[in-house]
């Protein structure tokens, strides 16, 4: 299984992003899938996760601001990002794992990983 990020790039705070997830050699999205941030020197947070099921759990950081959704025909995950703020800027990465349930938010239980894209707000 192979994730690859893109639309990751450097905005304006208040404004938009959204970025992408392409899935390749794995079956169609049936995965636990999520973004995660990671700032040079720290851990590598959850920004929002979507379970197989659709069930969705956002940070408190980003709630009523970004929309995670997935397109199981593509197969892509994506990452809407509104009202941007400077805090919001890191490598942003896609993560996939068989089941998630209430462990959504830990990084270690996600198998497959993206190389990330870089947001910077300014």
């Known amino acids: 299984v192979q994730l690859v990020e893109s639309g990751g790039g450097s905005v304006q705070s208040g404004r938009s992003l959204i970025l992408s997830c392409k899935v390749t050699?794995?079956?169609?999205?049936?995965?636990?899938m999520g973004w995660f941030r990671q700032a040079p020197g720290k851990e590598r947070e959850a920004v929002a996760v979507i379970d197989m099921d659709g069930k969705i759990n956002y940070a408190d950081s980003v709630k009523d601001r970004f929309t995670i959704s997935r397109d199981n025909d593509k197969p892509t995950l994506y990452l809407q990002m509104e009202n941007l703020k400077s805090e919001d800027s890191d490598m942003y990465y896609c993560a996939a794992t068989y089941a998630c349930g209430s462990s959504w938010s830990n990084s270690r239980v996600f198998t497959y990983w993206g190389l990330g894209t870089q947001v910077t707000v300014s």
């Open positions: 050699g794995g079956p169609k999205l049936t995965f636990c």
